[in-house]
């Protein structure tokens, strides 16, 4: 995967410098640290973790790193000092960064802890600080939710190691090596380094049977039965270069009832009559509304959204519920997950989670999780 990484970067923080202009901003600061974790540090600069990025609307970029080797290695900015130098202080930076204010506008996130944004308004001499929403970070989060080419090839990677780490999985269930929720988790904590990838995109959920029902159990996983007699789920995911895959895998196992039968069969037919309305310009009510019909005609009701973003956030824009408004449509670039659910207390649960790039003219299923009958 060759990019000119300089150049990927730069044109994103243009992106955001035009929007800045445009509503009169004059600089915006985005923190990634323990008090506020934020992927728009990353985004703008590749810098991975723990920095304050300072963002001016004439395109200047000072990116302030608590790692200063990691910040040479991984960060794309016009500048990089230190935090050391700040005493480890992002707001001591941005006001030592920004002088005075003059009256003008500088954007914090809306997000920020009452005790941050105090101190930067104290620090931030003259300047008028903002943490208002549909703002610069908001700005930002909208261009994350359509994905350029090097955010797309990250995420294929990542399905791609996803889907090879399933079938090892089932492979090991059907040899008798993976009996527990444990043995599933740790193996795919293992696995997913030696193929490649980061991180597990969130904490794995392995629930055998007895907390299938549960719509993400807790905890993730125990040292219970796995993959044995009913109904069992494997809801994981990988992070390639920070882009996040998503998937749950059912695996049914022996003789099951017709009840449960019929909770997989419902969930495989959303799976696949919802898929078809992912596609550019389709709003995204229509496929929630058509996971609705077919489990109302069971009288059945599916407890959380069809599907969400996925990017640098394991949740992220656009979300595909109930939330969404009546004139939000599926754009080209969007990559989300397509996941229909039924969860009984008695007969178990069933997820079939995929994720999906929608294309200029369709859509591109990126993971192949699919149910197991064993």
């Excluded at 037919?269 to 992912?278: G, I, M, W």
Aim: hydrophobic content about 40%; charged content about 30%.
């Amino acid at each position: 995967m060759k990019e000119d990484f300089d150049k990927l970067y730069r044109s994103r923080r243009n992106s955001v410098c035009a929007f800045m202009k445009e509503q009169n901003i004059a600089a915006a600061l985005f923190e990634d640290s323990e008090m506020q974790r934020s992927p728009a540090v990353r985004y703008l600069t590749g810098h991975p973790m723990d920095a304050l990025l300072v963002l001016l609307d004439s395109g200047k970029s000072v990116l302030v790193p608590w790692d200063e080797n990691l910040a040479k290695e991984k960060a794309h900015a016009d500048e990089t000092v230190p935090s050391e130098q700040f005493g480890r202080s992002y707001a001591r930076a941005a006001a030592e960064i920004l002088g005075s204010g003059n009256g003008r506008t500088v954007c914090v996130s809306p997000e920020i802890p009452f005790c941050q944004f105090r101190d930067y308004s104290g620090r931030l001499e003259g300047w008028a600080v903002c943490a208002d929403e549909h703002k610069a970070h908001s700005f930002v989060q909208e261009l994350r939710a359509v994905k350029d080419s090097y955010e797309i090839e990250c995420t294929r990677k990542a399905a791609s190691i996803t889907d090879e780490m399933t079938e090892l999985i089932i492979a090991k269930v059907r040899s008798g090596e993976i009996q527990t929720e444990a043995d599933a988790a740790l193996f795919a904590e293992r696995e997913l380094r030696l193929l490649g990838a980061e991180r597990t995109s969130f904490d794995t959920l392995a629930a055998g049977p007895e907390r299938s029902f549960a719509i993400h159990a807790f905890p993730g996983y125990t040292n219970g039965a796995w993959a044995c007699e009913g109904i069992s789920i494997l809801d994981y995911g990988v992070c390639y270069e920070g882009y996040a895959s998503d998937c749950t895998v059912t695996i049914a196992k022996g003789h099951l009832s017709r009840e449960q039968n019929e909770l997989l069969d419902l969930v495989q037919e959303a799976a696949d009559e919802c898929v078809k309305l992912y596609r550019p310009n389709e709003k995204i009510l229509n496929a929630v509304r058509k996971a609705d019909e077919i489990f109302a005609r069971a009288n059945r009701k599916m407890p959380h959204g069809l599907g969400h973003g996925t990017g640098l956030e394991i949740h992220e824009n656009p979300f595909v519920s109930m939330r969404a408004g009546e004139n939000d449509v599926f754009k080209a670039g969007n990559i989300i997950t397509l996941e229909p659910g039924l969860y009984d207390k008695e007969l178990g649960g069933v997820r079939l989670e995929n994720d999906v790039l929608i294309t200029e003219d369709a859509n591109e299923v990126l993971t192949h999780s699919r149910i197991f009958r064993l």
